[in-house]
Structures are given as structure tokens and as C-alpha cells.
């Protein structure tokens, strides 16, 4: 075989992948143009985070996608993975201040709006393409010459199209609302935004005085005490009966100079505390519908900065926390506090710096979602849009049944700034397609445009066509556009799934996707979701520097199936490095023996062997087709990997050795070289969506056609070559060779030695045993084999074992060296004796029993009884062999 057809010994992940990641860009192998004529298929990724670093997450997500990416690829589809990065607002903006704070000591307000702009595009452009090579090293083949930005011009474009279009609609309003509050971060969130924790905390009993009644308290329940200085009323059921001859009274609001009245409102939980509760209509989304519902005043206690405001009294400057405490001191002293009992209850913190949220009234801009919602919901119901699994409907349909208006309003810099306008002189509001500098309606240059910018995920909702040239009507958009799968994760449904499908429903008038391919999330080994905080956190480029991109993309996807969460264990890498190593030798020695093949040479008939792998072969490409065309991408892995380990490796070419050694039948070695190239160049392709890198490089050796296994076409099942009598034959023929294999390691016989060997076998079976007895032989180790009818006299002094139309015996004679055999029999019983005396001589000692826990002494009586049965055992097999 000349030297460039051959491997290294020794498969090296770091070069192999380096350099086929280079072939593949140069020659322009992820590219996609329109082509009208063939069928497209397409995928938008998921977009990173302009901050990001990849972790398993990514891993994972970016792996289910390339290896639909690959498949439809080598299936002739027009294919095209749209990738791109996300400016991710808020999370680029609190790590530009970071490193503004550290490094020159300056916070965003020092440098003002445009030269902190300025710097985070810096920041981009120095740090935002890190991610891009992270998915590159995993092997991702994402169209990157089509690469977008959230915040590039034609994505921003889209933004103003859609902002505007809602607002003329009337589907975008401005409204004080009590929205989610991060104090840290200083902008208002929306609900999915908050992650909700069950907090260890208490429940403050309180007594409100009742005027004009001596000694009369109605005495509430509540877990903020802090914010009692914005009650503005305190509510009772109108059902219960406690109550009801108090409502319309007045009480003496603790600690300050305000009366408060008593309403009735059936929100109110008759279970809960004391059945009478606070109202804060400032501080609490209950409470501020509560008051809008009986016209309460708001009064905001806790500032935006998370201390309190004026409107606090002699609290007023102090941090929300440090107030509770002071204010709960005063109560106790004044004789208002009545108990303190503990309450674990669900508490909102912010999803990037873990900040409790503080519910606040603030003026912020709104999309109504109620509108929006049914055509998203339909297309779903419908079957358009299916999510796979199935299950996921339910969570996402649910969902959307109790959506809320979307607050899109952020109090940050970086972003989409909200394209309205304020008329300082007249006051007109205006929302522009493009920047404006003087009033439509009045014609004053005195005017200044919105100061927030929208939420992140505004922008990642109009992805799917945003990217492909919106509102422009591209080529591009006419083919790729319903994309057709959304690979994501079951924990961004509500952020940006459900996002999609509105914002797709309402401006394109169709679906975004025909499928949402939902998978769970990588959990560490125990079971727990990996983060800086427990630091279980596994860094995928380490993995891939020391296994190979190949090895952690197989072990991701295999053993797993869609929407469940799946653990990462090294030694699953450690085993599929191995699967790794398997192939490449294998691959290594068909090439070492298929030197001089010649595709068109004469052949000989094909063995049973040749027929029942070739037949292998052609029900593994079925079932792999079927299962990544339902998405079960692990089972197809699964599938992949037993063909090409135990069918090709563990059977196909140790049958074919003595062919493939032997020179002198020239047809029968190029059938057997011909059937190992034809097997293992499709092994290849069915395996090269999982693990594009050694497949490329083993293919480029074998027998091909083409200039990359990239673009080879997808193996297709040939009915003709399907044979079920080799399967079942060449199936019988492998379980006699294992039950053999099985016998001689029971007893221990030396792997070289040869033995003799009867078989008893059916009417239906023999013929074809027989016919390929020298496999038996080859694979069994055995010398002189004897077939015979089941009807045959049965050997004594053998070992025997049953499978299906088959008995198999191997005389024990043959089989080991008796004397050997009983030495090393005995010396296992005088180890075994020594071992029993010490634990009898524990379990006899008093003062063991005495001081020893008892799962210990358990233990130590369970081994006893343990060896006992193994040494009686080891004496009824000595006794045996002394018949021998």
C-alpha cells in the first residue's frame, strides 16, 4: 500500500481535526447558496452570548445541530446553519463596567452614553469572535460567511421595522406598571427573567391598631415587614366572618402618623397568616391591582437603588435589609410585634447577578402579548410547528395561556435604544423607522430620543428572519425561510421559542420552524446542574485538547434521549476515546490488507460472512435514516457504534483474516477487501455526522469518490443485499462461537489452547454450520469439531451450553490440564480458609461484637457466609475433576 494511503499507529485528535477544519473552510464546504431547485434545509443557531465562553451547554446544542446539519448535507439538501452571536444587552454591559471599574477606576456615567458605546463595541470586537473559534475547535459546520450580530445593521433594521410596526398597531404602549426590579443591575426585568428560589425566611405578625376602638388590633402576616411603611390599606375576605363587621374602619398604620383604611377583596387567602393582609400597592404586583381596583395611593418606600426614599420617615437613606432589621427592633420595643414564625417561601432573584428583585412601580415600554398570542398558539395545536418531544407542547401551550404583557424596556446603554422620540416643546412622542431631529408635529429641534434600550431577547425573537435579510423579501428568505428546526433547550422555551413564534406569526405570516427539537440540560455526575458557584463546572476545550472534539461529541449524544437532562462522566469520555482507538486500528489494519485492491477485479462468491455483513450494513443505514429522521439521534448513535465495534470490528474482520492474509487466491482476498472497503467506507458515513474528524481521515484512505466525506453522498439501503438466511446463520454460527468462548473462560483454559468441540444442531441450522464450520474453528480456538443431529447421544464429562437450535459441548478433558487446574483450586481453598478463620475468630471475639457498629459485624458475618458457600463450591469441582 503506498505511504499515503496508509495511518499512524497512534490516532492524534489535535492535528487530525486542525487540519480537516482547514480543509473544509477553504474548500467551502458550509456555504450555502440559493438554489431553487433543490430542497433546502436549514438551521438558525442558537445565539451565543457576545460574552460567552463555550461550556457543555453550547457543546451539546451545537453538536444535536451539526449532526442534523451533516446528515441533510450528505442527503443532497440544500443545507444551510445560520450562526451569529447575540449583544446580549444587559450581561456585555455589566462586564464592560467590570473591567471599566478595574481597570481605570470609572463607572459608564464618567465616560457618558457614546463614549461607553464606544468602548463595548471595542470590547466586541476584541473579545466577540472567542466563542466562534470555541465552536469551530468542537467541529461545528455553520455557514460562517453568513455570520450575523444582533446589532448589525440589518438586524437593527429589523428591530426598528418591528418596534414601529407594533407601536402603529397599537400592540407597543408606555405605562407605570410595578415591574421586577434588579437593584444591582438597575433596570426593570421581565418575569421570565427572574428565576424564583425557595428562600429560608419568617413571617412578622403585626398588630395594626383599630382607631376609635380600645385595645381592638387587627393583626396581619407578612414576609416583607420593610414595606409597611407604603401600606396603604390592610384587606379582609368579604366571605370570612372574622372580619367583616371591621370593614370600612380605620387603623393606625405602626411607627408612623398615617391611618389606613380596612377593604374587602376576595384575592384575599382566608388560610393564609392571619387572614388580614397589608396592602403596599408600590412594592407588590397583587397589591398593585388590588389598589388600582379600590383607587389606593401608591406610596414608594424603597427606592430604585434599593434603599429607602423619603417617603420612609426616620428610615429614609437605609439599605432595604438594614431597615427591616431596625424597623422589626422598633415594633418589638413598642409592643406592635406579636410573633416571628419561620416561612420558606419563593423568593425572585435576578437571573444574572442573583440580586433579590424588588417589585417597583416604574414608567416602562410594554408589548401587549394577548394579541399576539393566538396565531402562536394555532400554529402549534395545528401541527405546523411540532415540538419534538411531544410533551413540550403542553408546557408551552400552558404557557402562553397565562401570558403577560412583555415589559421590553431596559434602563441600560448597550442595545437597541428604543427608536421613539419626546417633543420638549410640544410634547408629541414619536416612533421613526430612522433617527429624526425635528418634531413631526410642532417642527422644534428641541428634542431628545428615549434613553432605555430593549430587551435582549426583542431582538433574538426576530432571529429567523432577521438574519436572512428582513424586511428586505430576500432570495435568501424565500428559501430557507420557514427554517426547519430549532435545536434548543427546554429551559429558554418561554425566552425565546415562544418569542419566535409570535414575533414569525405576526411579520413573515408563517411559522419560523417547522420543529423545536427540545433537549435537556448536561448535569455533572451527581446529578446537579454544573455552576461557578458549586464549581462542578467542566470546560469542553479541556476535554477536547485531551480527548478530541470527536470523543466529546459522541459521548454527549449517545446514551441520552431528546428533552432529558443527561450526566457527564469521564469515564464515558475514557470509553468512547476507546470507541475512538477501535475504529482507527480497525481501519488501520483493513487498509494495511487492502493493498492492491482493485474495484474492478474479479471476485469470488461471497462468503456467509460477506453476505451476512453486507445485509448488516443495509438494515443499520435503514434504521439510522428512520432514527435521525425522528430525531432520536442517541439511539442512531447507539446503533452506529454496535455495527461498527461488534458486527465489523469483533466479527467481520477477524472472519475475513485468513482471505485477506492469503495471497494465493487472488478472488477470494479482493471479494474479502472489496466487501471490508464497501462496509467500512459506509461505516464511515453514517458515523461521520457524530464524528466528522477521523471519519474524514480514515475515508480519504479507504477506496472513495469525491473530495470529502463532507459532501459524500448519504449511504442508501439496497434491498438486494438484505439476506435473512445469512443473518440467521451467520447469527447461530456467533452465539456457538460466544458459548464456547464462554465455556473455556469459566474453567479458565489458555486462550491459545486448542480444544475439541460438539455440536448438536437442528435440522434448519446444520446445513450452514456446517457449511462454515472453519469459523468455529478460527473464532473458537477448536482443533477436531463434531457436528451432529440434536438426536445425537449427548458427551459426558463436558461442559454444555443451550442456544437457540443448537447444544454445545466441550469435552472438560480436552479442555484444561486437570493436575494444573486442581493445584491452583487448592491453593484458592487454603487462601480462602486462612481468610474464613480470621473472620470466625472476629465474630468469636466478645470485645469486637461489643465495640463494633453493627452494619460492621453485618458486613463481617455476610463474608463468612460468603466463603463458606465459595469454598464448598471450589471442593464439589475438586471432587470432579478427580473423576477425570
Known amino acids: 500500500m503506498t505511504e499515503e494511503h496508509n495511518i499512524p499507529k497512534v490516532y492524534d485528535p489535535a492535528s487530525v481535526e486542525k487540519k480537516w477544519y482547514k480543509y473544509w473552510e477553504e474548500h467551502r464546504y458550509f456555504h450555502a447558496e440559493v438554489e431553487a431547485d433543490k430542497k433546502p434545509f436549514s438551521i438558525v443557531i442558537p445565539p451565543p452570548n457576545v460574552t460567552g465562553q463555550l461550556h457543555m451547554g453550547h457543546a451539546l446544542d451545537n453538536t444535536l445541530q451539526d449532526i442534523l446539519i451533516r446528515w441533510h448535507r450528505m442527503m443532497g439538501h440544500n443545507t444551510l446553519w445560520m450562526p451569529g452571536y447575540d449583544h446580549a444587552g444587559l450581561a456585555t454591559q455589566i462586564k464592560v463596567e467590570e473591567m471599566l471599574k478595574q481597570e481605570e477606576g470609572k463607572t459608564r456615567y464618567d465616560l457618558g452614553r457614546e463614549e461607553f458605546i464606544k468602548r463595548v463595541w471595542e470590547w466586541k470586537d476584541k473579545y466577540g469572535d472567542r466563542i466562534i473559534e470555541q465552536l469551530k475547535s468542537l467541529g461545528v459546520s455553520c455557514d460562517w460567511e453568513r455570520k450575523r450580530f444582533t446589532m448589525d445593521e440589518g438586524c437593527s433594521q429589523a428591530v426598528r421595522e418591528v418596534f414601529v410596526s407594533l407601536y402603529e398597531k397599537g400592540l407597543i404602549y408606555q405605562g407605570s406598571r410595578i415591574t421586577n426590579w434588579c437593584v444591582n443591575c438597575n433596570t426593570a426585568l421581565s418575569d421570565i427573567e427572574v428565576e424564583h428560589e425557595d428562600d429560608a425566611g419568617h413571617l412578622w405578625y403585626v398588630r395594626y391598631p383599630v382607631i376609635g376602638e380600645d385595645d381592638l388590633y387587627l393583626t396581619i402576616a407578612t414576609t416583607r415587614p420593610e414595606t409597611m411603611l407604603g401600606d396603604t390599606a390592610v384587606a379582609v375576605n368579604p366571605e370570612d366572618p372574622r372580619y367583616g363587621h371591621l370593614v370600612g374602619k380605620m387603623l393606625q398604620l405602626p411607627l408612623t402618623d398615617r391611618q389606613i383604611p380596612i377593604i374587602a377583596d376576595s384575592y384575599v387567602d382566608l388560610e393564609f397568616g392571619t387572614g388580614a393582609v397589608k396592602i403596599t400597592p408600590a412594592h407588590d404586583p397583587n397589591d398593585f391591582e388590588m389598589g388600582m381596583r379600590h383607587k389606593l395611593e401608591s406610596i414608594v418606600v424603597i427606592g430604585m437603588d434599593g434603599y429607602m426614599t423619603e417617603e420612609a420617615g426616620r428610615f429614609a437613606g437605609q439599605e432595604r435589609y438594614e431597615c427591616r432589621k431596625n424597623l422589626v427592633k422598633e415594633l418589638e420595643e413598642q409592643g406592635y410585634l406579636v410573633k416571628i414564625e419561620d416561612h420558606a417561601h419563593a423568593v425572585g432573584h435576578c437571573q444574572r447577578c442573583r440580586s433579590v428583585i424588588e417589585p417597583l412601580v416604574s414608567k416602562q415600554w410594554f408589548v401587549k402579548m394577548e394579541p399576539l398570542v393566538k396565531a402562536a398558539v394555532d400554529c402549534v395545536e395545528d401541527g405546523r410547528t411540532q415540538f419534538v418531544p411531544e410533551r413540550f407542547t403542553k408546557t408551552y401551550t400552558g404557557w402562553m395561556e397565562n401570558i403577560r404583557d412583555w415589559c421590553i424596556s431596559r434602563q441600560i446603554w448597550w442595545g437597541h435604544r428604543i427608536p421613539v422620540w419626546y417633543c420638549d416643546d410640544c410634547g408629541e412622542v414619536t416612533a421613526s423607522r430612522v433617527d429624526i431631529t425635528v418634531c413631526p408635529k410642532c417642527g422644534s429641534a428641541h428634542i431628545h430620543q428615549d434613553e432605555d434600550a430593549l430587551d435582549t431577547w426583542f431582538s433574538s425573537a426576530l432571529w429567523p428572519f432577521s438574519t436572512m435579510g428582513w424586511p428586505e423579501k430576500t432570495d435568501l428568505l424565500k428559501q430557507f425561510y420557514p427554517t426547519s428546526v430549532l435545536v434548543t433547550g427546554y429551559d429558554i422555551i418561554f425566552f425565546w421559542v415562544a418569542r419566535m413564534l409570535i414575533m414569525g406569526m405576526e411579520f413573515m405570516k408563517d411559522i419560523p420552524f417547522d420543529k423545536v427539537f427540545i433537549h435537556g440540560l448536561v448535569r455533572d455526575s451527581q446529578g446537579r446542574k454544573m455552576s461557578k458557584s458549586l464549581g462542578n463546572g467542566i470546560d469542553p476545550l479541556e476535554v477536547i485538547?485531551?480527548?478530541?472534539?470527536?470523543?466529546?461529541?459522541?459521548?454527549?449524544?449517545?446514551?441520552?434521549?431528546?428533552?432529558?437532562?443527561?450526566?457527564?462522566?469521564?469515564?464515558?469520555?475514557?470509553?468512547?476515546?476507546?470507541?475512538?482507538?477501535?475504529?482507527?486500528?480497525?481501519?488501520?489494519?483493513?487498509?494495511?490488507?487492502?493493498?492492491?485492491?482493485?474495484?474492478?477485479?474479479?471476485?469470488?462468491?461471497?462468503?456467509?460472512?460477506?453476505?451476512?455483513?453486507?445485509?448488516?450494513?443495509?438494515?443499520?443505514?435503514?434504521?439510522?435514516?428512520?432514527?435521525?429522521?425522528?430525531?432520536?439521534?442517541?439511539?442512531?448513535?447507539?446503533?452506529?457504534?454496535?455495527?461498527?465495534?461488534?458486527?465489523?470490528?469483533?466479527?467481520?474482520?477477524?472472519?475475513?483474516?485468513?482471505?485477506?492474509?492469503?495471497?494465493?487466491?487472488?478472488?477470494?482476498?479482493?471479494?474479502?477487501?472489496?466487501?471490508?472497503?464497501?462496509?467500512?467506507?459506509?461505516?464511515?458515513?453514517?458515523?461521520?455526522?457524530?464524528?466528522?474528524?477521523?471519519?474524514?481521515?480514515?475515508?480519504?484512505?479507504?477506496?472513495?469518490?469525491?473530495?470529502?466525506?463532507?459532501?459524500?453522498?448519504?449511504?442508501?439501503?439496497?434491498?438486494?443485499?438484505?439476506?435473512?438466511?445469512?443473518?440467521?446463520?451467520?447469527?447461530?454460527?456467533?452465539?456457538?462461537?460466544?458459548?464456547?468462548?464462554?465455556?473455556?473462560?469459566?474453567?479458565?483454559?489458555?486462550?491459545?489452547?486448542?480444544?475439541?468441540?460438539?455440536?448438536?444442531?437442528?435440522?434448519?441450522?446444520?446445513?450452514?454450520?456446517?457449511?462454515?464450520?472453519?469459523?468455529?474453528?478460527?473464532?473458537?480456538?477448536?482443533?477436531?469439531?463434531?457436528?451432529?443431529?440434536?438426536?445425537?447421544?449427548?458427551?459426558?464429562?463436558?461442559?454444555?451450553?443451550?442456544?437457540?437450535?443448537?447444544?454445545?459441548?466441550?469435552?472438560?478433558?480436552?479442555?484444561?490440564?486437570?493436575?494444573?487446574?486442581?493445584?491452583?483450586?487448592?491453593?484458592?481453598?487454603?487462601?480462602?480458609?486462612?481468610?474464613?478463620?480470621?473472620?470466625?475468630?472476629?465474630?468469636?471475639?466478645?470485645?469486637?461484637?461489643?465495640?463494633?457498629?453493627?452494619?460492621?459485624?453485618?458486613?463481617?458475618?455476610?463474608?463468612?457466609?460468603?466463603?463458606?458457600?465459595?469454598?464448598?463450591?471450589?471442593?464439589e469441582r475438586l471432587a470432579y475433576l478427580a473423576t477425570l
Open 545 to 875: 485538547e485531551k480527548y478530541g472534539a470527536d470523543t466529546l461529541r459522541f459521548m454527549l449524544i449517545t446514551g441520552n434521549t431528546p428533552g432529558n437532562d443527561m450526566r457527564f462522566y469521564f469515564e464515558r469520555v475514557e470509553a468512547t476515546r476507546n470507541f475512538a482507538n477501535k475504529i482507527w486500528n480497525a481501519s488501520r489494519f483493513a487498509l494495511m490488507n487492502i493493498e492492491g485492491y482493485d474495484a474492478d477485479a474479479k471476485l469470488a462468491p461471497y462468503t456467509l460472512a460477506d453476505k451476512w455483513i453486507l445485509s448488516r450494513l443495509q438494515h443499520t443505514v435503514k434504521d439510522v435514516t428512520d432514527l435521525l429522521g425522528r430525531f432520536e439521534l442517541g439511539e442512531a448513535g447507539r446503533i452506529i457504534y454496535d455495527f461498527i465495534w461488534s458486527e465489523v470490528c469483533d466479527w467481520y474482520i477477524e472472519l475475513a483474516k485468513p482471505r485477506l492474509y492469503n495471497k494465493e487466491d487472488a478472488e477470494a482476498r479482493a471479494t474479502a477487501q472489496h466487501v471490508l472497503a464497501e462496509v467500512l467506507t459506509s461505516a464511515m458515513k453514517l458515523l461521520h455526522p457524530y464524528m466528522p474528524f477521523i471519519t474524514e481521515e480514515i475515508y480519504q484512505c479507504l477506496p472513495h469518490e469525491g473530495d470529502s466525506i463532507m459532501v459524500a453522498p448519504w449511504p442508501v439501503a439496497d434491498a438486494a443485499l438484505l439476506d435473512d438466511a445469512a443473518e440467521t446463520g451467520m447469527t447461530a454460527i456467533m452465539e456457538s462461537i460466544k458459548a464456547i468462548r464462554n465455556m473455556r473462560a469459566e474453567v479458565n483454559a489458555a486462550p491459545g489452547k486448542k480444544v475439541p468441540a460438539i455440536l448438536l444442531i437442528g435440522d434448519e441450522l446444520r446445513p450452514v454450520v456446517e457449511a462454515n464450520a472453519d469459523y468455529i474453528r478460527l473464532m473458537g480456538s477448536i482443533d477436531a469439531l463434531t457436528i451432529a443431529g440434536l438426536a445425537a447421544e449427548k458427551p459426558e464429562n463436558a461442559m454444555a451450553a443451550v442456544i437457540a437450535g443448537i447444544e454445545v459441548y466441550l469435552p472438560l478433558a480436552g479442555l484444561i490440564d486437570v493436575e494444573k487446574e486442581s493445584q491452583r483450586l487448592n491453593k484458592e481453598l487454603e487462601n480462602m480458609d486462612k481468610e474464613i478463620k480470621r473472620v470466625t475468630g472476629k465474630l468469636n471475639n466478645a470485645g469486637f461484637l461489643a465495640k463494633a457498629p453493627a452494619d460492621v459485624v453485618e458486613k463481617e458475618k455476610a463474608k463468612a457466609e460468603e466463603l463458606s458457600g465459595k469454598m464448598e463450591a471450589i471442593k
